[in-house]
């Protein structure tokens, strides 16, 4: 009789709570909790715990853990049979019947798999790349997902990082940019449709900052420094309305982010008012014994819980310790309360409570998973990620009725290698090769000789006498080098960022047979290639470009679409040169090269490959001089800043007009450019377009010496161009 009533009070009070709003709803079912069931809200585990990491783990089997209400969430569980197995054990077999909420890596993809972020970052189009998103949490949701881990926002300035392909590069306007979208894209405008899922800003903080670009290594960088550059994409996920957040492997300044009260209470919980739950990365929680800063898991346990931490993934630390920590009073039963509210919160946003299958229907996971809607978006999304870095002659477009056409490299034949790292459930077969591209697109009448020449790595060179026959027997050549997918992504940084092989070495055999050679690059890094971009003609970087990169790549290379990317992260001439960004300090002896007590290389230019923002066209452009609203405002005051783009070639095209400032006198230094904003903008032969940007308070706002964010009067620069080094200038004030 106790247990009948029990169920239908705890049926009641859920019921009444759903006219609530969501945090009355969640302390209504906090208060029928104990403390074994708090912890277990925030315990995350991988489907069999045992796929790496953690070293210890629950007794109980998945079932018997969400039975017992052991657990508040799983990841790595795949599909709506499997999903919907578990989520029944928690909402009709354990005691208080709250739903699990369940998470997967979709970082560019679930099935149908887009370019990788740091690809749609090229495309400089928040609302394409919020449209990828989208298209990516219906797909996820139809497999039974509610949550992801992603947007990955961290800032990289150094291209050995593996991860780098996660981001959106260097630049922390940018980087906001295309946080915002993805969370926008993956959460939509109501959380609860069964279309939509939550939301992970990561790697929370300056993930990106690794020393020597070794992922999982040491970031050390000033206040100043991070409040400016690294912190804004993350702030612009939660202006947004991201619904949690997850903890990096990284220390700043000697405490690991998963103790960091900095971090998850003073700037998360207190500066930016934020209810978002954190979770772990994958056992950061016990990482902070060999971090070094806890000497056994009860300690990383209390930690993480006081540092606001409400999730631990993998650890077992909360699992074992937690309740115990509690009972012993080393930690105040309101953190665990906290932490549990903010939990139960996202899962009523998302309306588990109301309805915990409502993501869970065989029938719709069928019709949207790998749907022909779907992979249309992909290469539509993969269009405007290729960025054309250099065709002098006008190499490129080919013409489709080329006779004979060679088609050398690996990678030219892999329909693996394009779907790049963190891929999912992404499928090989799925995938749409180069070679197979270039064969869709042109006709019979010609023939395509592919040849491989060389593997992507190793110094075998046995293959080159055959590629370099191919390609002097063929009117011209498409030559694929670059990265395999294994070469970037976590735990898989590069002390080298050359191209891998011999690879470039052939490519440089190739061009020396006179015959128009077209390079391919296909990589998740800036890579290093000085003597190629001497010596080739033409070359297109195409990143990971996901399921339908050949078709893509081949669209573009034959001229059914204008390549209009740009590059969200500036290539080095040489590794020498990392970190190297645009924007840069100035120094006090910036180079000069009358003078040899300035900062330069002996044996190497400072300017980078390519710089941040670039990226050609089949057209040209050509840009007035900005003209501003008023040359003097006050602190408070927007200036307008307008300026016309002409397309002076003979094809329509696409182009990323781009505003920076540089503010001259500071009361610290500042950057020698800084994006403020940007336009894509189409134009067909001989049009003109008339662009017009705001400067707001906004936009001028730094941390000051006295660690103020603020707007300091003085005199700014303003730069109008295609690119961050070519521009045209203006001048303005700011007064008192």
């Known amino acids: 009789m106790k247990k009948i009533f029990f169920l239908l009070l705890t049926v009641t009070i859920i019921q009444f709570a759903q006219k609530k709003t969501f945090e009355q709803r969640a302390d209504s079912v906090l208060a029928l909790m104990n403390l074994e069931e708090k912890v277990g809200q925030l315990i995350q585990y991988s489907d069999g715990y045992a796929t790496g990491g953690s070293t210890v783990g629950p007794k109980e089997n998945m079932e018997e853990l969400t039975r017992k209400g052991g657990v508040g969430s799983f990841f790595n569980v795949i599909g709506v049979k499997a999903i919907k197995k578990l989520q029944k054990v928690a909402v009709e077999e354990s005691r208080l019947k709250i739903p699990l909420i369940f998470g997967l890596d979709v970082i560019h993809g ?39 881990f992603n947007p990955m926002v961290d800032i990289a300035r150094d291209p050995r990082w593996g991860r780098i392909m ?38 929370y903080a300056a993930y990106g900052g690794a020393e020597g670009g070794r992922d999982y290594n040491t970031v050390d960088l000033s206040e100043r420094n991070f409040r400016d550059y690294y912190l ?23 405490v690991p982010s998963s103790a960091s009260k900095f971090l998850m209470t003073q700037i998360l919980r207190n500066e930016w008012k934020s209810d978002a739950f954190v979770v772990s990365d994958w056992n950061s929680i016990g990482e902070l014994i060999p971090h070094g800063v806890a000497k056994n898991l009860k300690q990383a346990a209390e930690l993480g819980i006081n540092a606001t931490v409400d999730m631990d993934m993998q650890a077992s630390a909360y699992y074992m310790h937690l309740a115990e920590l509690v009972k012993e009073g080393k930690v105040n039963i309101k953190l665990v309360d906290d932490a549990v509210r903010r939990v139960l919160i996202a899962k009523f946003k998302l309306g588990l409570f109301d309805s915990p299958y409502k993501y869970l229907d065989e029938e719709r996971e069928k019709k949207n998973v790998m749907s022909k809607d779907i992979v249309n978006v992909t290469k539509e999304v993969a269009l405007e990620t290729l960025v054309l870095l250099k065709n002098e002659k006008n190499v490129l477009p080919l013409k489709k009725d080329i006779k004979k056409l060679a088609v050398i490299g690996e990678l030219a034949n892999s329909n693996d290698d394009v779907l ?66 294994s070469m970037t992504g976590e735990a898989s940084s590069r002390a080298s960022i050359d191209i891998p092989g011999v690879q470039e070495e052939l490519a440089i055999q190739l061009i020396k047979t006179g015959k128009p050679v077209v390079i391919v690059l296909m990589n998740g890094r800036p890579l290093s290639f000085p003597n190629l971009q001497k010596n080739a003609s033409a070359i297109l970087e195409t990143w990971f470009a996901g399921i339908q990169a050949g078709n893509a790549v081949a669209d573009v290379l034959f001229g059914d679409f204008n390549p209009n990317g740009k590059l969200p992260v500036t290539f080095p001439r040489s590794v020498g040169q990392v970190p190297i960004y645009y924007n840069h300090k100035n120094t006090g ?15 190497f230019d400072n300017t980078p490959l390519y710089p941040f923002g670039y990226g050609l066209s089949y057209t040209t452009f050509e840009y007035s001089a900005p003209v501003l609203s008023k040359t003097q405002i006050k602190k408070d005051e927007s200036l307008k800043i307008s300026f016309s783009v002409k397309n002076t070639g003979s094809v329509e095209g696409s182009e990323v007009a781009q505003l920076y400032i540089r503010d001259l006198v500071g009361s610290v230094t500042r950057p020698v450019k800084e994006l403020k904003d940007f336009a894509k903008i189409s134009l067909k032969p001989g049009e003109l377009k008339n662009i017009e940007f705001t400067i ?30 070519d521009v045209k200038e203006a001048r303005f004030s700011v007064v008192e």
């Open 166 to 203: 996660e981001g959106s590069g260097e630049d922390p306007y940018l980087g906001s940019q295309m946080s915002a979208a993805r969370v926008r894209g993956y959460q939509g405008k109501d959380l609860s449709a069964n279309t939509n899922i939550l939301a992970c800003v990561k790697h």
């Open 420 to 485: 790049g790292g963190w891929a999912a459930q992404g499928r090989k077969e799925d995938g749409v090769s180069i070679l197979e591209g270039i064969k869709n697109k042109i006709g019979m009448n010609t023939k395509i000789n592919f040849v491989e020449g060389c593997k992507v790595l190793g110094e075998d060179k046995s293959g080159f006498e055959k590629a370099v026959e191919a390609v002097e027997n063929a009117d011209a050549a498409i030559v694929v080098i670059g990265e395999n997918r």
């Open 232 to 254: 804004p994409p993350y702030k612009a996920a939660v202006d947004a309305g991201v619904g949690s957040l997850m903890a990096s492997f990284n220390e700043i300044g000697g």
């Open 110 to 148: 679930y099935r149908a798999i887009f370019p990788v972020p740091l690809a749609e970052a090229s495309s400089w189009n928040p609302s394409l790349v919020e449209k990828s998103a989208r298209w990516q949490a219906i797909e996820a949701a139809s497999a039974g997902l509610q949550w992801t």
């Open 696 to 725: 707001t308070p906004e936009k001028l706002k730094f941390y000051d010496i006295n660690m103020n964010y603020i707007v300091e009067p003085g005199d700014f620069k303003v730069f109008v161009g295609t690119n961050s080094v």
């Open 589 to 603: 002896r910036p180079h000069n090269p009358g003078d040899h007590y300035t900062s330069y290389y002996m044996d």
